[in-house]
């Protein structure tokens, strides 16, 4: 990290930042939905749940990092944006948490922004979050179109089913290669 006292800081409210910024997260689902993720710790029972707060933990060490890690970002993003793809959230409702973090760091840092070195630490976590943010806009936007492709390849073979079954057609014609991708 860069600076002693921003460590410092960081590091004193680290699992409690972790923690604020999990309830934002799941403040974004129907109430007996995030009740279930918060409460049902069994990563069995609640595979979601878990990799939503596994992800906001990975993702609080790469925007805290001194040097973005654009790797370990999409690492730490990626099952957390596929599950929020899937759901019926709108864009900026599935990705929306990410800024969440700068808004809980800096009420809860406002009495230690005297001090440069600190205030330096929690502009630089609002900085990564702001790359965390766009690398996951990356991340929905292919898992949007992977879930158009499986849609448009479905109803494809759908209708190339019924024509067969018809005796519309009597072969299966050829596969557009821009829908099998």
């Not at 609640?46 to 001194?66: S, T």
């Not at 922004?113 to 502009?123: H, K, L, N, Y």
């Amino acid at each position: 990290m860069g600076n002693r006292a921003g460590d410092e800081i960081i590091s004193a409210n680290r699992d409690r930042w972790i923690s604020k910024w999990f309830e934002a997260l799941i403040r974004s689902y129907p109430e007996e939905s995030a009740r279930f993720f918060k409460d049902t710790r069994d990563p069995f029972s609640n595979p979601v749940g878990a990799a939503l707060e596994k992800g906001i933990r990975d993702l609080f060490d790469v925007v805290a990092a001194d040097v973005f890690d654009s790797r370990a970002a999409r690492d730490a993003l990626e099952p957390v944006i596929k599950v929020r793809s899937l759901q019926e959230f709108t864009p900026s409702e599935a990705l929306g948490f990410i800024a969440e973090i700068k808004t809980i760091i800096k009420q809860d840092s406002a009495a230690n922004r005297q001090s440069g070195t600190v205030a330096e630490s929690i502009d630089r976590i609002a900085d990564n979050a702001d790359r965390a943010l766009l690398a996951a806009f990356d991340i929905y936007m292919d898992c949007k179109k992977h879930v158009y492709n499986l849609r448009a390849r479905q109803a494809r073979d759908s209708v190339r089913q019924l024509l067969v079954k018809k005796e519309l057609i009597s072969e299966l014609p050829e596969i557009d290669p821009e829908l099998t991708q």
